[in-house]
């Protein structure tokens, strides 16, 4: 099912994200040539870029519903969730945006939101917690450069849902019975026009459009079982351009009503950042590489992309005949793009065969001793492909090791330390469990945690048509893998903790505001709210430190530090090391690059240090 | 001295729904203080008037204790505290609650020295205690009592009476909020006793006690310490011991005030303040969504929910760091633009 059905609703408004930008650099990570300069706004690595105060908040901003679908027809006027909004927590603080790691930041993850539809006056229908789920399909949606030209897309699912009198929405009451059973909503949301101008009164703000529908029991959480569109990269961008000028989309079939159901949300080009849809000439959905045409799709009226979330139902105004049905079965669904003068103007389309896999969670914290069970799906023309097999790969391709200061910590390495079954198959439904068991990195990158790494699951079956065709780049699974983590004993702040404290105080500012974490007496006057923070689960919004990167053999050092203060009543101090080993540390000798400049902004930046380009030069 | 409208003690009138609307009215009085001392507080900039911040701070905590014991006494006579409506929130500049409106107007303004004088220090001074009436006498004479000490003598009376007619501590204990603050472990209000003892910390807490301007924790009542602000100094023991001399002066440390270490802040704000659009606004926006959230996270905890406490210490630390931005975020003119503390249940 999930949101990519008959029964949805799609709504349009704001979503704010404010990460800190001084941990953009994994060069800031290293307490030892840590400079003030990095806490101030100001262009590139040497100083903290655009919003060094930034907070991690990410909040859901006047969303409105926008569109509302039932049945293969808009549902009546009278339904009044016509006038309903969609809204964050009304009860705890705002959700955070956190990367996996400096040096893997194009997972962004969201944690700790509520999602609520309610009355303008606040009243709510449903209230319901969104599962943490990162970004994915990043691409240059507009042009230009920086963050504010990227488009990408969050899907989820919806659960604990509580709902609230419903009586007078006939399509809420569809969606309640129809999500019985999963006891689950399904959530897509597309994101561009982010404003990275401090003085912008939308500083740190975008839009965001999305649609909500039911989840069926079983299906992935986090993408739509179908049929996908794939592209490839051209190359010269920020974070990917799709050659043929469509990104990946998914679509649905729904054989009974006689219907695709694609979701072009995060698909299509602006003409600018945050505005509307660049046209691009006649845009057809057929099979066959476009030799049947099923439909064209009427994505240039003004609103559509509101009004839909990009969500088409095709054909319009008719049902697929048996025919469509039974050549969309076995042949792949094509989008073309057709200009004024009859010209190709663009495409994408499925692969061969209508292969394609992927894992539904695809970002993992393990500590070592670990294991990750990570569900891959595997589909041929949207059908479960029952006995797939799927080889998984070492592949840090996407990841970011690289610093215009110098040298970074190399990613992906000792690679001993995660493990997982070079092939897997299938069961009958086409889900295969690929098992990753994470073991001690042994400290690789000495100032930032753990490691990162990249697998990347693939159809053994599609391995024969090569990367070319039916290769998303961001389908893989991204790890962090954290060292083990033996404090001193009694612990103490100079024996383990103080360049814990030190780092969190270095790259998050906005800490200052509340206590210096960099200080033992200020901690210590701060004790019983760090307990608090440093006790919550990583869901809470609340859960400190807000970077969800703390390993959890640090934060049990850390709580019992707090909670088992030494005679004097205070956590324990123990004796700063002494001035000589300090000295005796050798201090890596910054290297000067030609900075990227501000109008990258942080994940654009991040992007260009992507391994695949170190390899390509 | 803050005087209280009549009107506010006929609730008073020896009925259980009576007495539980009087506290009520005292849990609105006691969070109607807080939103102009944190006005004040977070207009402080970072590192300047640190002894000044800490006084403040300290107050803010205590009527937020307040406010946490009237909701206990309220639950413990099975009451139900409601924080969560939109005319829980007063509008600034206006008086108190249940204030006199021609005596004490109280607006959101940035801290200066007057405005400890006129405004907090008339909210928290205590009545002569040479003219302190007893309450039944006054009562007997017709005339209205009138200060916060007095409406709380009034509760304690009725919360006497009623009880000698039958036990009126019969709401849940469960209810109670025995965590957060010290004294909330300590007095768990459970009989007549225990709610007594909770009304006397806070109007000793506010305005010490007949005979001396110390709480039972030692530290001056708030009054004394706004004084302190306004004066500069710290209240200690006379050191002079001589008969008819004081018992304590403003003759201790200096407590430095310095203007220019405070954002010129807007005062009297409300959203209209902002133009549609603006940075200012959006910001306030999100303030006051967080506010109501605030409210909304308290009025669970305060019926039936106590471990609502974390999530609400999350939303009045998002509020401190969102007020400290937009106080140092300037507006259009020359002055800074502050939290408008109105309620606002989306973030529109």
Redesign the interface.
């Given at each position: 099912m999930s949101y990519l059905n008959s029964l949805r609703f799609n709504f349009t408004g704001q979503f704010q994200a404010a990460p800190s930008t001084v941990n953009n650099d994994p060069l800031h990570f290293d307490n030892r040539t840590f400079k003030p300069s990095y806490q101030q706004p100001g262009a590139g690595a040497q100083n903290g870029w655009w919003n060094p105060t930034g907070d991690a908040v990410w909040r859901l901003i006047g969303c409105k519903v926008s569109g509302v679908w039932m049945g293969n027809a808009p549902a009546p006027v009278s339904d009044p969730i016509h006038g309903y909004l969609v809204a964050d927590s009304d009860r705890s603080v705002s959700a955070k945006l956190v990367d996996l790691d400096p040096e893997q930041q194009s997972v962004s993850e969201i944690w700790g939101m509520q999602v609520r539809i309610c009355t303008p006056d606040g009243t709510n229908l449903m209230r319901s917690r969104y599962a943490t789920a990162p970004f994915n399909d990043i691409w240059d949606r507009a042009p230009g450069g920086g963050d504010l030209i990227a488009g990408a897309a969050y899907q989820s699912v919806l659960d604990d849902i509580e709902w609230g009198d419903i009586g007078n929405s006939p399509f809420l009451q569809a969606l309640r019975a129809a999500s019985a059973e999963s006891r689950k909503l399904s959530i897509k949301f597309n994101v561009d026009g982010y404003d990275m101008t401090p003085t912008s009164p939308n500083f740190t703000r975008g839009r965001i459009i999305g649609s909500i529908g039911p989840s069926a029991a079983g299906e992935p959480n986090h993408f739509v079982i179908g049929r996908h569109f794939t592209t490839t990269d051209r190359g010269g961008g920020n974070f990917f351009v799709p050659s043929g000028n469509i990104n990946f989309c998914p679509a649905v079939v729904d054989a009974g009503a006689g219907k695709i159901y694609l979701d072009l949300g995060n698909a299509l080009p602006t003409t600018v950042s945050g505005g509307p849809i660049k046209p691009l000439g006649t845009l057809t959905l057929g099979y066959m590489s476009g030799a049947a045409a099923i439909d064209s799709i009427d994505y240039q009226t003004p609103d559509w992309y509101e009004s839909t979330a990009g969500v088409v139902e095709a054909p319009a105004g008719r049902k697929l005949t048996a025919d469509e049905l039974k050549g969309i079965a076995s042949n792949p669904l094509t989008l073309t793009l057709t200009d004024a003068q009859g010209n190709n103007a663009g495409s994408a389309g499925e692969p061969q065969d209508g292969l394609y896999a992927r894992a539904d969670q695809f970002v993992y914290r393990l500590s070592p001793g670990d294991e990750a069970e990570v569900r891959v799906f595997a589909t041929t023309f949207g059908q479960p492909y029952a006995g797939a097999r799927v080889v998984s790969i070492f592949d840090a391709s996407q990841l970011q090791p690289q610093s215009p200061l110098g040298p970074a910590p190399a990613v992906a390495t000792p690679e001993s330390a995660v493990e997982f079954p070079a092939r897997i198959v299938a069961d009958g439904h086409g889900l295969a469990r690929l098992a990753i068991r994470a073991s001690d990195p042994g400290n690789p990158r000495h100032y930032i945690d753990g490691q990162v790494y990249g697998v990347r699951p693939i159809l053994e079956a599609s391995l024969a048509y090569g990367t070319g065709d039916s290769y998303n780049p961001w389908d893989f699974v991204s790890l962090l893998v954290f060292n083990t983590f033996q404090p001193d004993e009694p612990i103490t702040w100079f024996g383990s903790l103080q360049p814990i404290f030190q780092q969190y105080a270095n790259l998050y500012p906005v800490m200052k505001k509340f206590l210096d974490m960099a200080d033992y007496d200020s901690v210590c006057a701060n004790a019983k709210l760090l307990q608090l923070a440093f006790g919550l689960v990583l869901e809470d919004p609340n859960s400190m430190p807000i970077t969800r990167d703390l390993s959890p053999a640090k934060r049990k050092a850390i709580l019992r530090w707090l909670n088992e203060p030494g005679e004097d009543g205070k956590p324990r101090k123990g004796t700063p090391p002494p001035e000589a080993a300090l000295a005796a540390t050798p201090e890596p000798a910054p290297v000067e690059r030609p900075d990227d400049g501000p109008v990258r902004g942080g994940k654009a930046s991040a992007m260009s240090r992507r391994l695949m380009f170190q390899r390509r030069r | 001295m803050i005087r209280l409208k009549a009107g506010l003690f006929a609730d008073l009138d020896g009925t259980p729904e009576g007495l539980r609307r009087a506290l009520q009215n005292a849990i609105e009085l006691e969070h109607a203080t807080i939103p102009p001392y944190l006005y004040a507080l977070y207009s402080i900039k970072?590192g300047a008037n640190l002894e000044v911040a800490g006084v403040i701070a300290s107050i803010v905590m205590q009527e937020m204790l307040h406010m946490a014991l009237d909701c206990n006494i309220l639950n413990a006579i099975d009451g139900k505290p409601r924080l969560d409506y939109p005319e829980f929130v007063p509008k600034y500049p206006g008086p108190l609650p249940g204030g006199v409106e021609s005596e004490l107007i109280v607006p959101l303004a940035p801290l200066a020295k007057q405005l400890v004088k006129d405004v907090f220090m008339v909210i928290e001074e205590p009545e002569d205690p040479l003219h302190f009436p007893v309450i039944k006498d006054l009562l007997a004479a017709g005339k209205p009592p009138q200060t916060i000490g007095q409406f709380y003598a009034g509760i304690i009376e009725q919360l006497k009476e009623q009880s000698a007619k039958g036990n009126i501590f019969t709401g849940d204990p469960r209810r109670q909020l025995t965590t957060g603050f010290r004294p909330l472990q300590a007095i768990h209000v459970h009989d007549l006793d225990s709610a007594i003892a909770a009304i006397d910390l806070i109007v000793e807490q506010g305005e010490g006690t007949k005979t001396s301007p110390l709480d039972p924790e030692h530290q001056p009542a708030h009054y004394y310490r706004f004084a302190e602000i306004y004066y500069g100094k710290k209240l200690i023991p006379n050191p002079e011991i001589k008969p008819g001399a004081p018992e304590y002066v403003y003759g201790g440390h200096t407590i430095e005030f310095d203007p220019a270490g405070v954002w010129p802040v807007v005062t009297n704000p409300n959203r209209d303040t902002y133009p549609r659009?603006?940075?200012a606004?959006?910001l306030n926006?999100?303030f006051n969504?967080?506010y109501?959230?605030l409210l909304?996270?308290m009025e669970?905890l305060f019926n039936g929910q106590p471990d609502?406490l974390?999530?609400a210490?999350?939303?009045m630390?998002?509020m401190?760091?969102q007020a400290?931005t937009m106080m140092s975020t300037t507006m259009a003119t020359e002055q800074t633009a502050g939290p408008t503390f109105e309620y606002q249940?989306?973030?529109?």
């Open positions: - | 970072p659009g603006s940075m606004r959006n926006d999100t969504y967080t109501t959230s909304k996270s669970l609502r974390g999530p210490i999350g939303l630390e998002s401190k760091e400290l249940p989306v973030n529109p």
